[in-house]
C-alpha cells in the first residue's frame, strides 16, 4: 500500500497545462486522478489517452458542480482530494474589460473555487479526511497595474483558502494554496497574450509540488502555513 492508495483525486480544468500534468503524476502515484474540464471533446480524448475517469465540468456552472461531484462519488466512491486548478487570465486597464469578462474570471477563479470546495468538503470533514488545494498566485501577494481582475479573483481565494486552512484543520481537511509564479502554460495564450516564459516553471515541476503537498499527510499544519495544529484550537 503506498500513500496515495487509490485515493480519489479531482482535478478541475485539467485539460491543459498543470492540471494535464497533474493528472499523469497522480495516476503514476497510484492516485485515481479524476480529469474534468469544461471541454467535453478534449475530456473525452485526454482520459481515454491517460486512461482516467473523465468528466465533463464548467467550475462556473454551480449546477453542474453539484450534479457532477454526486456522480464521481456514486462512480468512484468518496472524493479524497480536491485540486481547484481550473483558471483563465485577463490582462489589460480596468476600464477596458466588458463586464462578460469579469464575470467569466470571477466565475471561473474564484466562485468555481469555492462552490467545488463547497461541494466536497460536508463529506471530507464527517469522514475526517481529506485534502484541498487551490491554484493561487504570486497575483496575489502583490498589486500591480493591468491585473486588477485576475488579481482581484485570487486575492479573493488567497483570503478564502486561509481561512478554511484554520477552520478544516481541526476537523482532519487539510486546505492549502499553491502560489507559483509563471508557468510555461497555454493560460497566456488562451487569453490572447504574448508573454515571454523563458523564466518560468514548466506545468511538469509545479505539477510535482502539488503531488508533495498532496501526498506528504504532515504538510501545511507546520510547513506551508507556518502554524502548527496547537494555533487552530
Ligand atoms: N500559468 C501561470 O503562469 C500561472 C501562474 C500562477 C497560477 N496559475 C494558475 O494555475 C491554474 C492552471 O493554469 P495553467 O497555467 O495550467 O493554464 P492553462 O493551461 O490555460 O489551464 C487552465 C485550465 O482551466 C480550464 N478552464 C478554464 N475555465 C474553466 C471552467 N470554467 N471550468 C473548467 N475548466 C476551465 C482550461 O480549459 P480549456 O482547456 O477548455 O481552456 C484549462 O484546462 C490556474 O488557476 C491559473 O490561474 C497559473
Not at 489589460?92 to 462578460?100: C, I
Not at 498589486?143 to 478564502?160: C, D, E, L, N, V
Not at 511538469?204 to 504538510?219: H, K, N, R
Amino acid at each position: 500500500m503506498t500513500v496515495a492508495d487509490n485515493k480519489t483525486v479531482v482535478v478541475t480544468g485539467a485539460t491543459s497545462g498543470i492540471g494535464l500534468a497533474l493528472i499523469s503524476q497522480l495516476r503514476d502515484a497510484g492516485y485515481v486522478p479524476i480529469l474534468t474540464g469544461r471541454n467535453a471533446d478534449k475530456v473525452t480524448a485526454l482520459a481515454a489517452s491517460h486512461k482516467v475517469p473523465g468528466y465533463c465540468l464548467d467550475v462556473a456552472d454551480a449546477q453542474a458542480i453539484a450534479s457532477v461531484t454526486a456522480q464521481i462519488e456514486a462512480d468512484h466512491g468518496p472524493i479524497w482530494g480536491l485540486v481547484n486548478n481550473a483558471g483563465i487570465w485577463l490582462e489589460g486597464e480596468f476600464t477596458d474589460y466588458s463586464a462578460k469578462e469579469i464575470k467569466s474570471v470571477m466565475d471561473t477563479n474564484t466562485l468555481g473555487t469555492i462552490m467545488m470546495t463547497h461541494a466536497v468538503l460536508p463529506a471530507m470533514q464527517s469522514r475526517g479526511s481529506g485534502t484541498i488545494i487551490n491554484l493561487v498566485s504570486t497575483g496575489a501577494l502583490y498589486t500591480r497595474k493591468m491585473i486588477s481582475i485576475y488579481a482581484a479573483s485570487k486575492w479573493a481565494i488567497r483570503g478564502f483558502t486561509g481561512c478554511l486552512e484554520a477552520e478544516c484543520a481541526p476537523k482532519g481537511v487539510r486546505v492549502m494554496g499553491f502560489y507559483p509564479g509563471k508557468v510555461n502554460s497555454a493560460m497566456y495564450e488562451t487569453a490572447g497574450i504574448e508573454r515571454n516564459l523563458d523564466v518560468a516553471m514548466t506545468p511538469e515541476q509545479a505539477a510535482a509540488m502539488i503531488v508533495t503537498m498532496l501526498s506528504d499527510e504532515t504538510m501545511v499544519w507546520g510547513q506551508v502555513s507556518g502554524r502548527s495544529i496547537e494555533d487552530y484550537g
